[in-house]
DNA sequence: GTTAGCACTCAACTCTTAGGAGTGCTAACA
DNA sequence: TGTTAGCACTCCTAAGAGTTGAGTGCTAAC
């Protein structure tokens, strides 16, 4: 059997109808509220093979029918391509331009979630591969040094650390050209073991003080292990029944709370972009990276803030999510985030 | 009418039947259930006055009673007073040594709402009378200016300026003398606008410079205004039906996410700390700071971390929850968080 | 002051019923 | 051959009736 032209169109006027109602959609409703002028009846026929087909469902017999994920991703695919969105207007007033990104996110994430009523997260840009600029130690107390470490993409990183006999400002003053000299420039990857020993025996008696900042640029570096993920709006998933029951509630509410879990679906989204795919992924259903989200539908993007930091965004909501107005959202929020940082 | 001794064990055995099983409780349990001795009909007689006193309350009529806000402050002002908790075994295992102090605080949230099956949360220490301990500026590239501010409590802050004409080595070294002298040592309300123009006079054409440095002063010294707040366990809530409907979760899940509510958890909690009540503060019902949890009770106690600096730690369940465990598990954490800092 | 007994109340559960939405199938029509 | 009308059938849902059981309040007796 084929999916003829009528059969998408009618599978169509059904996820329309499902998204709206949230309920099944009958032979009757579709028959009234096309332009195709077919009775029920035919509809019926149609719609029994549209089923045979995988792309809508019953939840029992003699209910009305509701798109399967197989629906969902076909709509997704190939009816939401014909028209390029007219833009969704952002409230842009709420993006003001801020100097702490992460504040900026956390805005983002919730004026997303309140204009599209979904639940939302985002993630800091990554910034894995980048390269020590600038290496500072500074006396703050006779046992206390600073450490701060500058990595591309002014990402900045400082701890403190402990050491047991006062060190002379000279003494500092020759460490931090030795750590400069040795380190600028380079990301993790190429610090490697031999390096490390070879500084720490010019450091001499102070070779303890070098491992600790050795150890501090690595946590600069790597400082997205763990990731930075900001969410809002998870209690709009109260609005859609077939998420709010006590279980799924709550799982999804633990995964929205432990971002761990959220992690995966970061990653995945950064891979799938790298392949080179569109920079707006949909995960229906069982298609998702994170079990507890096999009943809904995620969509995210990646967005970029100038220097190859990636980020990512995601918006999650029940598989009758409004896909075109989703992206479209989206589509307009990553050109922004792009125009901001272009500035 | 008073509440004889009589009316006291009977209020009490009616409260931890109702913590135990979350269903009213009727005068045939508490009769058979108690080493009273006395028949149902005259626990009905005590229930009545107990009623008519308002420690508690029947859902309708002809179903068991249920104890009253005022029921649980009783219970948990007198009763509990009696006999000091024999200490609840914490995980001590998990509380590992950390140098950061928010992974520390993720990780207690995390623990705490494991061991009560209650939500929980958890404030960053308030560092608000802190004094600047260091200041320094250091050149990252010819027009970027890095700032490093560390106050007291090693709370470090830093920020990336900006700067049109490029610094001389010599230039930032005398910077980094005036700023040091002028403003180590001082607290926030010290800084005050005849010092900043007089800086900014000695600084001469670097003058900008200056105000960009206050900037990020004045940010790490109220760091603490968008408090940091961890939470964990919010799905807990889902335990316990009388807050599990649609609405209540909802809210609650909303001031979990949005974590600016619960800053006046711990406004309140701080406050009533420093009115010289006891370090354990119980918010039952009607009595917390925030609407959304006036069907939940709150538990919230003040941890010190050295140095005056103080943060609050809550616990969220019903008003069924186990006082007893929570105050105790608290106690408990309380003086390993003390014991881990002393070292 | 305590207790037994009894009538009464009310939520919760079960069972039944009716209604309605929707399907699948068949036969007739263009 | 595709489309449609008609009809029997399924199954969810809501509403109502009846039953149960826990629990109360009151009274009279001990």
New interface residues.
């Given amino acids: 059997m084929q999916l003829d032209e009528r059969k998408k169109k009618i599978l169509q006027a059904i996820i329309r109808n499902y998204l709206e109602t949230g309920e099944p959609v009958g032979s009757r409703t579709i028959s009234k509220y096309t332009d195709l002028n077919l009775s029920s009846a035919t509809i019926r026929n149609e719609m029994s093979d549209l089923e045979e087909l995988g792309y809508i469902l019953q939840p029992h017999t003699s209910a009305g029918r509701i798109p399967s994920d197989k629906g969902y991703r076909l709509y997704v695919d190939t009816m939401l391509e014909e028209k390029e969105r007219e833009i969704q207007e952002m409230k842009e007033v709420l993006i003001e331009r801020e100097?702490k990104t992460d504040?900026l996110l956390k805005q983002v994430a919730r004026v997303l979630a309140d204009s599209t009523n979904y639940a939302t997260m985002i993630s800091a840009p990554a910034i894995r591969k980048n390269k020590v600029?600038?290496i500072?130690l500074?006396k703050?107390d006779p046992h206390?040094i600073?450490t701060?470490v500058?990595v591309e993409g002014?990402v900045?990183k400082?701890?403190?650390l402990h050491v047991e006999e006062e060190l002379t400002e000279e003494m500092i003053l020759k460490l931090n050209i030795l750590l400069n000299t040795q380190l600028n420039g380079l990301s993790l990857d190429e610090i490697n073991l031999g390096m490390i020993s070879a500084m720490k025996a010019q450091a001499g008696i102070h070779s303890e003080l070098v491992s600790g900042v050795i150890d501090a640029v690595a946590d600069a570096i790597k400082a997205d292990e763990?990731m930075q993920i900001y969410?809002?709006?998870?209690?709009n998933i109260?609005r859609y029944p077939e998420l709010?029951d006590?279980k799924k509630?709550?799982?999804l509410?633990?995964t929205?709370?432990?971002k761990e879990l959220l992690s995966q679906l970061v990653n995945d989204t950064l891979s799938e972009e790298e392949s080179g795919k569109n920079a707006i992924q949909v995960y229906i259903g069982d298609e998702t990276p994170v079990q507890s989200m096999k009943d809904c539908s995620v969509v995210t993007a990646t967005y970029e803030l100038g220097e190859g930091m990636k980020g990512t965004i995601g918006i999650i909501g029940p598989k009758r999510m409004d896909y075109d107005k989703v992206i479209g959202t989206l589509k307009t929020l990553m050109s922004q985030l792009d125009a901001l940082y272009k500035k």
């Fill in positions: 100097e504040q600029k600038f500072q500074s703050v206390q600073l701060v500058v002014n900045i400082n701890s403190i763990d969410t809002s709006g998870a209690n109260f709010a006590q509630a709550s799982e509410i633990n929205f709370e432990e």
